[in-house]
């Protein structure tokens, strides 16, 4: 997994392109796995209530293992309520792979959540954790926009990243 993640950061579907650009092919790719008319068939079957969240959550813990790492479903507060459609990864095998803020924010948190939210009509909120490599998915909350969201101010990883500009106050692949 090293070597295809770098492959995106260092040259592949990171270089050359906007932040913009960079959420839009991954959301091509994402739509490319499905077979037609499958969006559509998620919102039907899973409309956004409770039960859909939490259900999205216990598929996410043994379906994503390979991609993300452990982790395990918590309870979160969505509008007020408590409810078990939090997933915790606990160390996210993505980020800390890549080691690159960037990546982690346009490769996976904006794209996932978008994609959730907007084709399969199931808002979800992903919160990274940049200290301990951690993420926090919360299914059933509506994700903030980009420029309400902390991570669009977070800084890039200087002692990880080689090509990171510590004196930056934010990544600069966090730009449009």
């Not at 969006?39 to 999205?56: D, G, I, M, S, V």
């Not at 997933?87 to 980020?95: D, M």
């Amino acid at each position: 997994m090293t070597t295809r993640v770098l492959w995106m950061c260092q040259g592949g579907v990171m270089q050359g392109r906007s932040r913009m650009q960079q959420q839009q092919v991954v959301r091509e790719v994402l739509l490319s796995m499905l077979p037609p008319g499958a969006p559509a068939q998620f919102r039907k079957l899973f409309p956004p209530t409770k039960w859909a969240a939490e259900f999205n959550a216990a598929l996410t813990v043994p379906f994503f293992h390979w991609l993300v790492g452990p982790s395990e479903v918590v309870e979160v507060e969505v509008n007020g309520m408590k409810q078990r459609s939090g997933v915790h990864i606990k160390k996210c095998r993505y980020l800390e792979n890549s080691g690159c803020v960037g990546m982690c924010v346009n490769m996976c948190k904006i794209p996932t959540q978008d994609f959730f939210t907007n084709e399969f009509g199931l808002p979800l909120t992903m919160i990274p954790n940049f200290e301990d490599m951690s993420c926090d998915m919360v299914y059933g909350q509506v994700p903030p926009p980009f420029e309400q969201d902390p991570v669009s101010k977070q800084p890039c990883f200087a002692d990880i990243r080689s090509v990171a500009n510590p004196s930056a106050s934010a990544c600069p692949k966090l730009q449009a």
